[in-house]
């Protein structure tokens, strides 16, 4: 704040003041409503365990204690693509051109182009199927049995009821594996 120029300074404290002013109007119109005092408290207990989190400052001797005793470890992750057909005949006609393409650079070519043309899932149409990186521990249980042994560059099909058939494509695995000490340190933390 103190590095703004005055006339930002003043703008921002404009800002606060019709804000403020808003929330006020609001919290006076509504403040016995039911929904507003249970999401105060609500609001309060968040507040309350984020500056209580702020303030705990452990030694890194503590931390990694609590890290040798919890051994993290970072969930295996699949890069995932996907192509979402209303029609299960249909999927069954583009998995089988798909994996007819031998050559892997080809074949994720050719799923990328299917994935525009043809996937009703609108989220990932636009970025041809792309997901990105999901943890496997967060995947549908169904999704997760497909998906075990196997590797990039694989698809596998899943019949989802009343959705469709959805076609996935694993562009890259990681498998579980100890976290550094680094990377699990804001969840050790909260642990001591």
Known sequence: FNAQTDKSKQDIFNEYIQTSNLSNAI??????????KVAMKMLSIDIWANKYMASINPSDDEIKKVYETQSPKVSARYNLRNILISDEKEAD???KTITSNKDKTKKLSQYKQFAKEHSIDLNTKNK????GFVDANKLDKLLQEALKE??????VKVNIANIGTQL???EEYQSERKASIEEAK???ISII
């Open 93 to 95: 006609k583009l998995l």
């Open 27 to 36: 919290a006076n119109s509504i403040k016995d409503d039911v929904d507003i």
């Open 150 to 155: 196997k590797k990039e560059g694989d698809i």
């Open 128 to 131: 041809e199927g792309q997901i």
């Open 186 to 188: 804001p969840i050790l």
């Open 168 to 170: 996935v494509y694993v």
